[in-house]
């Protein structure tokens, strides 16, 4: 890893990251506090007159304890959906904004080989997006801990998350591949952002009804089993498994791939 | 060690469809040589300069610097390279000095005396944010990145564009300073006179084929002006008119070389002959003189007059090329 450029990422893209950390705790902590009866219920009330459009978020039937709320109305979309966008901005950013402004050429016009360069870009892919998962994850267990406290189970919650950064490494391996091989952010950006909609629509639909249950499978989002691992299921943990090794199959072959491409520089 | 090779690009062809890109190129940097990189837009200088930064790799052929092949080993050979990209690209939300800096620490460089004193030398302040800057501001920086390490070789890809003429003075300045010191350099334009000055031998490429590789002096034998000299009255102009003809049948017949007059002004095309055409002209009361040098597509087609093996076709296309030149921006320069 080039340290250099690394600090250089985090002093360019902080900004970022922040407006999505900031967004994220508004959510997380709005769901929290309406795990209060008498908020719940008003929740309830509302999911009740528009089943559908709940259940497409994942949203139906959320159960009684604080994890199942939190994990029925957090990490069914929001905690999914949101991060995604930031993943998407941030891998075109990462490698197809260089090559795009031809400022790449001074990036590779360094003692350095090109694989390092763009491990660098990997690694603080990873990075920025842990220290996302970790904020998140801190921020949820103590606004929990001030408002019900020794009501969330830890365990069980902190298996979701797991997860849910499975979830995120597939997602970002999969965006960091698109920006890594296009000459153009139009295509890198494009092609990030047509995955993210479609595997989120597919899964939108797939929840509404018994119709279209089937069609889960056609996404990789089902592969995030948020019922599965809270209660530590095998076939959760694949699915989990699964995820990590999507997003590393990607980030590996982004890097290989750009090691041996030709440039527009 | 003077022959030695520091840069040997040995027959590569990179097709882009279209004819665009380099076909079958072949030329060599000598170690301590300003070699000048030149050809008209879109000639394939670029695309043979990002196979020399390992950007690109070559369909065909090699490309090597100090021995080294420039695509597996572009880190070692970057160890010993600096680089001027010709389209200035930098990270937009950074400041001037902050960006110097970014790469000075890149680089692994400790010592940013060199990069001071190029400030000063290109009278640059680099507080303000690059988005900002204007377009020379941007090719000093572009200068300074490249020159700040005080590398062994340089590879710069059009340097002056951008600069102002002083400007474009003191980079000719430091090029031959860093000549004096025995730096390799290669260096591509469009322009001429920038190459005459600084450059030892000249490559030149038109549609990705090399023309020809040669010394400066070599290359210059043929150049011709266009001069314009107005007479004090017009009959001198019709004697120096009828003087000149007599004399100089041979050249006014050659293809390419121009003799008019216009009332009281000559037009007419100097090759070496120059001096008898000054002395001729000094016989009479002189109001004005203006040079006109060749563009470089005026150059080619003198060039390639001389050498009548190659292809009628490309003469004859570069002629159309003249003619646009002359009636759009045929400046003084």
Redesign the interface.
Known sequence: MNLTLYKKEWKSNWILWVIFAAVLTVYACMIVAMFDPKMGDSLKMMADSMPEIFAAFGMADVGQTLLEFISGYLYGILLTAFPAVYIILLSNKLVARYIDNGSMAYLLAVPEKRTKMIRTQVIYSITSLLALQIYIVAVLLIYSQIMFSGELEITAFLRINVGLFGLWMMIGGICFFFSSVFNDTKWASGCSTAFVVYAILVQMISQVGDKFENIKYATPMTLFQVDGLAAGDGSAWVGCLVMYLIGIVFYVTAVQVFARRDLPL | MKDMNVININHITKDYGNHRGVFDLSFQVKEGEVLGFLGPNGAGKTTTI?QL?????PDSGSVSILGKDCFQK???I??K?G?L?G?I???D??RGWEFIR??A????MKDLSRAKELMEQFELNPNGKIKKMSKGMKQKIGII?AFMQNPKILILDEPTSGLDPLMQNRFVDLILEEKKRGKTILMSSHIFEEIEKTCDRAAIIREGSLVAVDSMEKLCQGRTKKMEIAFAEESMATEFMRNYAAKHKQNSQKQGYDLGQQGNKVILTVGNNIDQVVKAAAQFTIKDINVHTQSLEEFFLHFYGKHENLEREKLSESIDVESDVQAGKGGVR
Not at chain 2, 53 to 57: A, R
């Open positions: 990002r930064l390992g950007f690109i790799k572009a880190d070692e970057q160890r390279l680089y990209p389209e690209a930098f990270i939300s950074m970014f790469i620490d890149m680089k692994g990145c």
